[in-house]
């Protein structure tokens, strides 16, 4: 039946409706400023019409729901990126630290070599001056300090590495806690009809989170989130989420474990990925290339040293410069050190007279000599500066890149979803007017209702 | 087409990224250095140890040759004395050899010859630095000695060699048995057979000859030194060079370019305040500014 009654409930229903888009605005307009909000548009509909007779009347607008405007492709480009940055900002923190101990300075193990074989070729202009044999045995340890320096620093950071490793796994349990919450109420909300449009953003922002620390993929399930790593292991499905831990093995290195399978070498990406690269790779191998070098100036210094005579003329055979390197090599540069305090055991002579420098020739003729995997001393150093300068060089480029791709995607995500204050304020003049129009719609009925009563008693 | 409402975030990197630029220009001028770490310039850091290791060692070469030359020098000056007395004694014996001296005569210069022999005595165990230059390798005792039969060699006939450059090595000393007791030209031999004769009375011409032999012998062993003190100072001279290169090199490989670093700096002062000026002027108003 159409009547004044039916226009009536019409214009409430324009009523209603501006009010929720202009609330929806509000909304929007407190939270201009909120990390990872989705501004909220209203979905506006016209009510089912009504027949009668002939006629199909409108019966007025339906306010469908508050809907969040997000681009979930770019949302999970974001989280993409978001874990490369991850990777790339722990990486380029451990390596700029680590690189401090191969820059030149007067204590690198570059200017000790240098220093050591300089002592050499002075002491072989006056072989048996006691001074000069002193300075040969200081330039010895301080090749050995330089060594130990180094090598000791790469093993705190390894293991101040290790204790990262193990408060990001923290954070990620704490994250992936919080996503499963969030999971639990959002699939309430959408099974009572309601919109979760908030919820969703707060878990699209701990998703990310979440990228930042370690390799994630997404993937939707009725409503809820499943998450795991990039290689397949359970993050959170639905409501439950699944802890990390942390377990250390025999040599004292965390590794962490999923339900009890170690995944250490399978997370590659997010802060994790770069932490467990630089503690595992990079530092690994640079230690290994320092006890290569320590070992084999060591040995080869030694070799020379036990086939000539000392200040006395004795043979120096069982007399080494430096301690024996280990024969595997391994820990060579953490415990090199001089193995004489008497400088009169240096092996200057080789045939046992005291102004005789022939033992001591030979000996620096090690400097120019390529017996450090085919390279020389101070040669197989500079390379290895040379990694670790372009292992940071790398990182930080990657870093920067990946910043920029980082930084344009946000662009994007905020160009759909990002609150504008011009529109919101154009929005609300909108709904303001619209809803002053059924206002005075309704006042207008209420005029035609009255006269219509007043037509009766009259 | 709808925009990014909010274009703080990316004003605020570009802010960012300025001021690094500007912390960088102003480390480079500070430290006249552009490689500070090795990310700076792999390539370049891993020359920089090279170069700074070829720098130590030439500075090295320059030092060894400093202690070497004085040695040297020495040697080379005493070998000078060695020869003024030889040719005094050659004089005596000369003089001596003349048949109008008489016994007496002939005994006096047989004591002026014998002081002679103690001044070559001297001379032939001379020392520099606690270590006897003319010992050979045997540096710690006095190679010459004299006894009943006369003087006596106790060095032994090494030398040595001490590298002054890239694969330059260069003998550093002659032995004495070489020098002075070389067999055929012994000249503490000629000498006391010039004292013996003198004091006999016979012979004597034959003891001159064998004192010039050695005179000539040890003149021209003595070019050794000479020869050697002249490689040293070209080699002086030749890593003088050396190291003007490397250090031209080091420059080349991390030296600020100043004038380029300071209009860099300029560019990124003058970029940074426009980007603020920028941003101060134009997030004031929005749509609500102008409802009322």
């Given amino acids: 039946m159409s009547g004044l009654n039916a226009s009536l409930a019409a214009a409430l229903s324009g009523l209603m409706a501006e009010q929720g888009a202009i609330e929806a605005t509000t909304n929007n307009v407190a939270n201009v400023n909120t990390p990872g909000y989705s501004r909220e548009v209203p979905v506006l509909a016209s009510s089912d019409p009504t027949a009668v007779g002939h006629l199909t009347l409108g019966t007025g607008v339906t306010l469908r729901s508050i809907q969040s405007v997000r681009d979930t492709i770019l949302e999970s480009r974001i989280q993409q990126e978001t874990q490369a940055q991850g990777q790339f900002n722990a990486t380029v923190s451990a390596l700029s630290q680590l690189q401090v101990s191969f820059t030149g300075s007067s204590g690198d193990i570059g200017t000790a070599i240098s220093n050591f074989f300089d002592s050499l070729n002075q002491l072989s202009t006056s072989p048996s001056d006691t001074s000069l044999r002193q300075n040969v045995l200081t330039a010895a340890g301080n090749l050995a300090t330089a060594f130990n320096t180094t090598a000791n620093r790469l093993t705190s950071q390894r293991s101040s590495l290790d204790d990262s490793v193990e408060q990001t796994v923290g954070q990620i349990n704490q994250l992936t806690g919080q996503i499963a919450q969030l999971n639990g109420q959002i699939s309430s909300l959408d099974n009572s009809g309601q919109s979760p449009g908030t919820l969703i953003d707060q878990r699209t922002q701990l998703i990310d989170q979440l990228s930042s620390l370690v390799d994630v993929s997404v993937i939707p399930t009725d409503g809820t989130l499943t998450l795991t790593t990039a290689s397949g292991t359970a993050l959170v499905a639905g409501q439950q989420s699944f802890s990390l831990s942390t377990q250390a093995d025999h040599s004292g290195v965390q590794h962490i474990f999923s339900q009890g399978t170690d995944i250490t070498a399978t997370i590659v990406s997010g802060q994790l990925g770069g932490l467990l690269h630089i503690r595992d790779q990079q530092i690994p191998a640079l230690q290994t290339q320092l006890d290569t070098l320590a070992s084999s100036l060591a040995n080869q210094v030694n070799s020379v040293q036990t086939a000539g005579y000392d200040l006395n003329g004795n043979p120096t055979t069982m007399v080494n410069l430096f301690t024996p390197p280990p024969a595997s090599g391994t820990g060579a540069a953490a415990s090199l050190s001089v193995a004489i305090t008497d400088p009169a055991l240096i092996a200057a002579s080789s045939d046992g007279s005291a102004g005789d420098n022939g033992n001591l020739e030979a000996m620096y003729a090690l400097r120019n000599q390529a017996f450090v995997q085919g390279q020389t001393p101070t040669g197989y150093y500079s390379s290895v500066v040379f990694q670790v300068g372009n292992a940071a060089a790398n990182a930080n480029a990657e870093q920067s890149a990946s910043s920029l791709v980082l930084q344009q995607l946000n662009d994007q995500r905020a160009s759909v979803s990002g609150v504008s204050l011009d529109q919101e304020a154009a929005n609300l003049v909108r709904y303001q007017q619209a809803y002053a129009a059924s206002a005075q719609v309704i006042s207008t009925i209420n005029s035609m209702m009255q006269t219509v009563i007043n037509m009766k008693t009259s | ?292």
């Fill in chain 2, 1 to 292: 087409m709808r925009v990014n409402p909010n274009p703080l975030p990316d004003l605020l990197a570009a802010l960012e990224q300025g001021q690094q630029q500007i912390n960088t220009d102003l480390e480079q001028i500070a430290s006249g250095q552009t490689v500070s770490a090795p990310s700076d310039n792999p390539a370049a850091a891993a020359s920089l140890v090279v170069n700074a290791d070829q720098t130590s060692e030439v500075d090295q070469f320059q030092r060894s040759i400093a202690s070497i030359q004085g040695e040297m020098q020495n040697a080379d000056s005493t070998l000078n004395s060695v020869i003024t007395a030889l040719q005094r004694a050659i004089t005596l014996g000369t003089e001596g050899a003349n048949g109008t001296l008489n016994d007496s005569d002939r005994q006096a210069l047989a004591v002026e010859v014998q002081g002679i022999q103690s001044e070559l005595m001297n001379l032939a165990n001379l020392t520099c630095q606690g270590n006897f230059v003319f010992a050979g390798t045997a540096t710690q005792s006095a190679p010459y000695a004299i006894g009943a039969n006369g003087v006596t060699y106790s060095g032994n006939d090494r030398s040595t060699r001490i590298t002054v450059g890239d694969h330059l090595t260069l003998q550093t000393n002659l032995p004495g048995s070489q020098l002075f007791s070389s067999p055929g030209n012994d000249m503490f031999q000629a000498i006391q057979d010039l004292i013996t004769n003198l004091q006999s009375g016979s012979n004597i011409d034959t003891a001159v000859h064998e004192v010039s032999s050695a005179y000539s012998h040890i003149n021209a062993q003595r070019v050794f030194y000479g020869n050697a003190l002249n490689q040293l100072s070209s080699q002086q001279t030749s890593l003088n060079s050396e190291s003007t290169q490397l250090a031209q090199q080091q420059n080349s490989l991390d030296g600020a370019d100043l004038s380029k670093v300071i209009s860099d700096l300029v560019n990124a002062q003058t970029s940074r305040q426009a980007t603020l000026q920028a941003i101060g002027q134009t997030q004031q108003t929005n749509l609500f500014s102008y409802i009322k």
